[in-house]
C-alpha cells in the first residue's frame, strides 16, 4: 500500500496548523508568566501601600483632633482664665499616651508652660531645659511656618537625648489673640500604639492581612494582628509621626510569593494539561485518517481483486463453452472434461459472487440467522466429508479428528458451515508445497471447538492482527498470485460473533496456520 506519502503531508498539515500555534501559545503564556507575576506582585504591593497610607492618615488625624482640642482649650483660657489648668489635667488624663505639653512662643522659642500627665509619676521638666532642646530643633519650627503660610498644617516629629523613652511631635497652634504659638506633645508611643491604633489596625486587616508594629530601636515587635503567624513580612515602612518605629503587613497564612507560586504552578499544570488533550486529539484524529485513507487503498485493492477474481472464471467458461458450441472438442472424454472445467468455473464464480452478497447483507443488517441444537462432532464431519475428496483430488492429504465429547452448540448451520468452509479455502489457497491440512473438533474449558489447520505459508504476527479487518489481503511476498477477496475472514469473524464464541490463530510465517472457532456448548 502506497499511503505513507498522503500520511506524511497530513501528519504535517496537522502539526503546522494545530500543534505549532499551541505550542508558540504554550511559550508565550509561560514566558508571560513571570509578567504576571510581577504584575499580581505590584498589585498587591500597591493594596498592601495603601494600606499603610490608611494607617499613618489615621494617626495624622488623632494629632489633628489633639491640635485641635488643645486651640480651643487656649481660646476658652481668653475668655475663663480659672478653667485653663482644669481642661489641660482633663486633656492629659483622657489621652493617657500623652506625658507632657509644652506650649512656646512664637519670637525666641521660649517655653512659656509645661502640662505634666498627673496619672503617672513622671519626672517634672525644668523649662531651662526644655526652652534648650526646643532651640535646638528651631529649624523645624522654621519649616512649620513656611507650611503654614501655604495653608497647611503639619506635624514635627523631634528627639532629644533626655526623652529617648518617648516620641515628641512639633506643631503650630492656630491663635491670633495667644502668645502661645507652637506646642510639643511628649507622649508614649507604645501606649499610643497599644491604645489608639491597635483597634484601627485590627480594622484595616480585614482578617485578610497580618500587621505588626515593630520598635526599630530596639528591634522588637510591640504588635502584630496575628500572633502566631510566623509568615515574612511583606512590606515595611516607617511611621511618618513615629519614625523610630514602623509598621509591617504581609497576607494572612499565605506569603504573596507562595500565593504567586501555586498560581503560576496551577497555570503550567493547566497548560500541560490542555497541550496533552491536544496532543491525543491529535493523534486520534491521525489516526482515524489514517484508518480512513488505508479503507480508501484497501477498497480499490478490491475492486482490482473481485475484477480478476471474476474475469478468469468467466474468460474460461466463455472459452470452453465456444469450442463445445463450435464442436471443436475431438473426443467424447474432452467434451466431459470442458463441461467439468465450466461447471467448475461457474461455481467458482457463484463463491465469489455469494461472498459479496453475504458481505453486504452483513453489513446492511439483513441476514437473519436461525439457530438450532447441533452435535458438533457430525456437523462437522458431515461438511469434512464432502470436501475431503474435493482436496484429495487437488493433491492435498487431510484428515479429521474428532473429538471425544457428546456436547452440542446452538448454531446457524448453513452461516457455520459457511465459516469452515471459508476456512478450508483458505487452507488450501495459502498452502504451498507441504500439502497438509487438518480438521479437529475439541471440548476445552466448557467451549466447543473446530480446529483446520494448515502446512502453508502462515501469517506474520503483524498481519494476523489485521486479516479479520475488512477487505484486508497479506500483500507480501508471493501471494499476491492467490486470488481472494479479503471478506472471507470478515465473514468467518461476524459468523463467530454471531454465535457468541471467539476465533483464535496460531500461525508461524512458511510454517503453517492453525484457526480455531470456539463456540458455547450445550452440554
Ligand atoms: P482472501 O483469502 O479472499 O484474501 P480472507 O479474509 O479469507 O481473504 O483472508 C485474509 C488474508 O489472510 C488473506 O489475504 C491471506 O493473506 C491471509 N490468510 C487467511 N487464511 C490463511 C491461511 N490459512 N494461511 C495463510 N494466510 C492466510
Known amino acids: 500500500m502506497i499511503i505513507q506519502k498522503p500520511l506524511t503531508k497530513i501528519a504535517l498539515i496537522l502539526f503546522?496548523?494545530?500543534?505549532?500555534?499551541?505550542?508558540?501559545?504554550?511559550?508565550?503564556?509561560?514566558?508571560?508568566?513571570?509578567?504576571?507575576?510581577?504584575?499580581?506582585?505590584?498589585?498587591?504591593?500597591?493594596?498592601?501601600?495603601?494600606?499603610?497610607?490608611?494607617?499613618?492618615?489615621?494617626?495624622?488625624?488623632?494629632?489633628d483632633s489633639w491640635a485641635a482640642k488643645l486651640n480651643l482649650i487656649l481660646v476658652e483660657r481668653e475668655t475663663n482664665n480659672e478653667e485653663f489648668g482644669k481642661k489641660m489635667n482633663e486633656f492629659l488624663d483622657l489621652n493617657s499616651s500623652v506625658n507632657y505639653i509644652l506650649f512656646a512662643d512664637s519670637s525666641s522659642n521660649n517655653v512659656m508652660e509645661i502640662f505634666t500627665s498627673r496619672k503617672k509619676e513622671l519626672p517634672a521638666?525644668?523649662?531651662?531645659?526644655?526652652?534648650?532642646?526646643?532651640?535646638?530643633?528651631?529649624?523645624?519650627?522654621?519649616?512649620?511656618?513656611?507650611?503654614?503660610?501655604?495653608?497647611?498644617?503639619?506635624?514635627?516629629?523631634?528627639?532629644?537625648?533626655?526623652?529617648?523613652?518617648?516620641?515628641?511631635?512639633?506643631?503650630?497652634?492656630?491663635?491670633?489673640?495667644?502668645?502661645?504659638?507652637?506646642?510639643?506633645?511628649?507622649?508614649?508611643?507604645?501606649?499610643?500604639?497599644?491604645?489608639?491604633?491597635?483597634?484601627?489596625?485590627?480594622?484595616?486587616?480585614?482578617?485578610?492581612?497580618?500587621?505588626?508594629?515593630?520598635?526599630?530601636?530596639n528591634n522588637r515587635t510591640i504588635f502584630s494582628t496575628e500572633r502566631n503567624d510566623s509568615t515574612k513580612i511583606e512590606q515595611k515602612k516607617s511611621f511618618w509621626l513615629l519614625p523610630d518605629y514602623s509598621i509591617g503587613i504581609s497576607l494572612k497564612g499565605k506569603t504573596i510569593a507562595s500565593l504567586v507560586e501555586s498560581r503560576s504552578e496551577f497555570n503550567i499544570i493547566l497548560i500541560i494539561a490542555l497541550n496533552l488533550i491536544l496532543l491525543i486529539g491529535l493523534l486520534f484524529v491521525y489516526r482515524s485518517i489514517r484508518k480512513e485513507i488505508e479503507l480508501a487503498q484497501i477498497k480499490s485493492d478490491f475492486v482490482s481483486n473481485v475484477s480478476h477474481e471474476l474475469r478468469t472464471p468467466l474468460a474460461l467458461i466463455s472459452m470452453f463453452a465456444e469450442t463445445l458450441e463450435l464442436e471443436r472438442a475431438r473426443s467424447e472424454e474432452k467434451k466431459k472434461e470442458y463441461y467439468k472445467i465450466i461447471s467448475q468455473e461457474a461455481n467458482r464464480l457463484g463463491k465469489i459472487v455469494n461472498k459479496i452478497l453475504n458481505f453486504s447483507k452483513i453489513?446492511?443488517?439483513?441476514?437473519?440467522?436461525?439457530?438450532?441444537?447441533?452435535?458438533?462432532?457430525?456437523?462437522?464431519?458431515?461438511?469434512?466429508?464432502?470436501?475431503?475428496?474435493?482436496?484429495?483430488?487437488?493433491?492435498?492429504?487431510?484428515?479429521?479428528?474428532?473429538?471425544?465429547?457428546?456436547?452440542?452448540?446452538?448454531?446457524?448451520?448453513?452461516?457455520?458451515?459457511?465459516?469452515?468452509?471459508?476456512?478450508?479455502?483458505?487452507?488450501?489457497?495459502?498452502?504451498?508445497?507441504?500439502?497438509?491440512?487438518?480438521?479437529?473438533?475439541?471440548?476445552?474449558?466448557?467451549?466447543?471447538?473446530?480446529?483446520?489447520?494448515?502446512?502453508?505459508?502462515?501469517?506474520?504476527?503483524?498481519?494476523?492482527?489485521?486479516?479479520?479487518?475488512?477487505?484486508?489481503?497479506?500483500t507480501s511476498g508471493n501471494i499476491h498470485d492467490t486470488k481472494g477477496t479479503g471478506l472471507g475472514l470478515t465473514l468467518v469473524k461476524h459468523i463467530v460473533n454471531i454465535h457468541k464464541g471467539t476465533i483464535t490463530i496460531e500461525s508461524t510465517l512458511g510454517k503453517g496456520s492453525s484457526f480455531r472457532i470456539y463456540l458455547p456448548s450445550i452440554s
Do not use: W
Open 363 to 474: 453489513e446492511a443488517g439483513k441476514i437473519k440467522y436461525h439457530f438450532s441444537e447441533i452435535d458438533l462432532n457430525n456437523f462437522v464431519e458431515d461438511i469434512y466429508n464432502t470436501y475431503s475428496f474435493h482436496l484429495k483430488s487437488n493433491g492435498f492429504q487431510c484428515s479429521f479428528e474428532k473429538g471425544e465429547f457428546n456436547n452440542k452448540t446452538s448454531a446457524d448451520r448453513e452461516a457455520l458451515s459457511e465459516a469452515i468452509i471459508n476456512l478450508i479455502d483458505n487452507a488450501v489457497k495459502y498452502s504451498d508445497e507441504v500439502k497438509l491440512i487438518t480438521v479437529k473438533t475439541g471440548l476445552e474449558n466448557n467451549m466447543v471447538f473446530i480446529e483446520v489447520k494448515d502446512k502453508g505459508i502462515g501469517i506474520s504476527k503483524d498481519d494476523q492482527k489485521k486479516i479479520f479487518d475488512k477487505f484486508y489481503r497479506v
Open 16 to 63: 503546522l496548523i494545530i500543534l505549532l500555534p499551541a505550542l508558540f501559545f504554550s511559550t508565550y503564556e509561560l514566558s508571560s508568566l513571570n509578567e504576571n507575576e510581577k504584575v499580581i506582585q505590584s498589585i498587591y504591593t500597591n493594596q498592601l501601600d495603601a494600606i499603610l497610607f490608611s494607617v499613618n492618615q489615621y494617626t495624622k488625624d488623632i494629632l
Open 125 to 217: 521638666i525644668n523649662i531651662k531645659d526644655a526652652t534648650k532642646f526646643y532651640k535646638e530643633n528651631k529649624h523645624l519650627a522654621k519649616r512649620l511656618y513656611a507650611y503654614k503660610k501655604e495653608g497647611y498644617q503639619k506635624y514635627e516629629s523631634i528627639s532629644d537625648s533626655n526623652f529617648t523613652k518617648y516620641s515628641m511631635i512639633l506643631f503650630l497652634m492656630n491663635l491670633k489673640y495667644s502668645k502661645v504659638k507652637s506646642c510639643v506633645i511628649i507622649y508614649d508611643p507604645n501606649v499610643f500604639i497599644k491604645q489608639i491604633l491597635t483597634p484601627r489596625l485590627q480594622d484595616v486587616s480585614q482578617e485578610k492581612f497580618r500587621i505588626t508594629v515593630f520598635d526599630n530601636k
